[in-house]
């Protein structure tokens, strides 16, 4: 398998998704692998494999590589002789945020008829936003903890109890992430998460919540993860998840019976199918009182979760090989050559 990863991007996180590329060398051992970066600019570079390191894009030493257009079916470099594809079988999106989270990336791989991984357009649209997350979860039967939207220009007017946890509708990794324990915590919470949105979620911060991390894929059946534990102190950071995200060895499966493992895997499921097809995504749970909870959907994870899977590159080559494919609409003109003909007999 030839595999192209797609990363960078023009988002808050586009750091974030260097070093999930960066990892993905490591991850991947059999796979023949192209790198894509998008800059801030959203120009396309092809990157040497040997050159993904991280002050390779911080000194912009990339600006040296090969620039790249998109065309029908392929991603090109220009030159004297003519242009010339950047060969692979399937592209895998790797940009967290921005551009590859909120249906920018699907929207042109689409359009420009290139097989890859990634959610699709609907998909991205609802997880993006944690408030139409909150609606998804709502129409499937799936529970959430109870919360408050907010505007920039609205009354910052608090509807429930501290203490509280203040995130930006659209970003993940914490960045712009709180924990409010009085009004004037508040205050500046929402000052913090507002430099990087207009909108927020306030939710009820609860000490000590059991959280659980499941992430997984549909080929031609069902490809779980083990379930994770992640270890915290009272939320992971933004540093936290940032190292987090380099990850490239199996972590250990969470300590959990098997009737509260199959709780969190039919939730997971009931929120991948039909939508999420052609990802490979993570989802976060809480468990209250032995009832799972969705906390958020991370649609494109860091480094793929690919630590949660005993047979990572082998899931991916089978989900390469099982992508929803869009349906082909015939254009024939039928109904203008109806109208030209019946102009023509009168």
């Not at 494999?49 to 030493?61: G, I, R, T, Y």
């Not at 799936?142 to 920039?152: A, D, E, N």
Request: with cysteine; charged share 25%.
């Amino acid at each position: 398998m030839k595999l192209a990863i797609l990363f960078g991007g023009s988002s808050f996180e586009h750091e974030i998704s260097i070093v999930s590329a960066i990892t993905m060398r490591k991850v991947f051992k059999k796979t023949e692998l192209s790198f894509i970066f998008i800059d801030a600019e959203r120009q396309f570079y092809l990157i040497e494999p040997e050159k993904m390191k991280s002050n390779f894009f911080s000194s912009a030493a990339y600006k040296k590589s090969k620039k790249l257009v998109l065309k029908n079916g392929a991603f090109s470099s220009e030159g004297l002789f003519g242009s010339k594809a950047v060969v692979f079988d399937v592209l895998l999106n790797l940009i967290h945020g921005r551009d590859g989270e909120d249906g920018k990336i699907a929207s042109l791989m689409e359009f420009y008829a290139i097989p890859f991984i990634s959610p699709r357009l609907e998909a991205s649209a609802l997880s993006y936003n944690k408030l139409y997350t909150k609606f998804l979860a709502q129409n499937l039967g799936v529970k959430t903890l109870p919360y408050q939207h907010l505007s920039k220009n609205e009354e910052r007017k608090l509807t429930m109890e501290y203490p509280v946890i203040v995130k930006p509708v659209r970003l993940g990794s914490s960045i712009g992430v709180s924990i409010v324990k009085n009004d004037q915590e508040f205050d500046y919470a929402l000052d913090v998460a507002f430099e990087f949105d207009t909108e927020v979620i306030i939710e009820p911060f609860i000490q000590g919540v059991k959280e659980y991390n499941q992430a997984g894929t549909f080929t031609r059946e069902w490809e779980l993860s083990i379930v994770e534990e992640p270890h915290k102190e009272e939320f992971l950071d933004f540093e936290k998840k940032y190292m987090d995200f380099s990850r490239d060895s199996q972590v250990l499966a969470a300590t959990i019976d098997d009737a509260l493992a199959s709780k969190i895997q039919d939730t997971f499921r009931k929120i991948y199918d039909p939508l999420f097809k052609g990802a490979i995504i993570r989802c976060d749970f809480f468990v209250i009182e032995n009832e799972v909870y969705l906390n958020e959907i991370n649609p494109i994870p860091g480094s793929m979760a690919n630590y949660l899977f005993d047979d990572f590159e082998g899931m991916v080559e089978r989900l390469s090989q099982n992508l929803p494919k869009e349906q082909t609409i015939r254009i024939n003109y039928d109904y203008i050559h109806s109208i030209q003909s019946a102009k023509g007999k009168a």
